[in-house]
């Protein structure tokens, strides 16, 4: 028989050795990280610090910004200029080593800002 239609009755060997194969992968992704935290931990306590490290009329504009909000809506909302919304944008991409309300939205996806909004 030749060795090519040998493989194509018998395909069930090659998908056992790709099930090996990842489960081999997945041993391995967990061995290696250390003491079991991963990346996220440490990325989250990064980022409470930073949150932490804005005023509160900075964590305001933060929160509203990744809301969704514009700057003349974040304005109105905080009784304050426009322009006075884009300092604030300036100082806060600055602590939180951002570069855009892209950025800064992506930095804090899926943070729940009434846990750390002071009262």
């Not at 060795?3 to 090996?20: A, G, M, T």
């Not at 600055?94 to 002071?118: C, N």
């Amino acid at each position: 028989m030749n060795k090519y239609l040998q493989i194509l009755d018998f395909p069930s060997h090659l998908v056992n050795n790709r099930e090996s194969t990842s489960q081999e992968n997945q041993n391995t992704r967990h061995e290696s990280s250390p003491g079991g935290r991963r990346s996220t931990d440490a990325n989250y306590v990064e980022l409470i610090d930073g949150w932490y490290s804005l005023s509160p009329r900075e964590q305001d504009v933060t929160r509203l910004t990744c809301q969704g909000f514009t700057n003349d809506q974040i304005a109105y909302k905080l009784g304050i200029t426009s322009g006075t919304v884009k300092i604030y944008h300036q100082r806060i991409f600055l602590k939180m080593d951002v570069r855009s309300k892209v950025d800064l939205r992506m930095k804090f996806f899926g943070f729940d800002f009434s846990k750390y909004i002071a009262d």
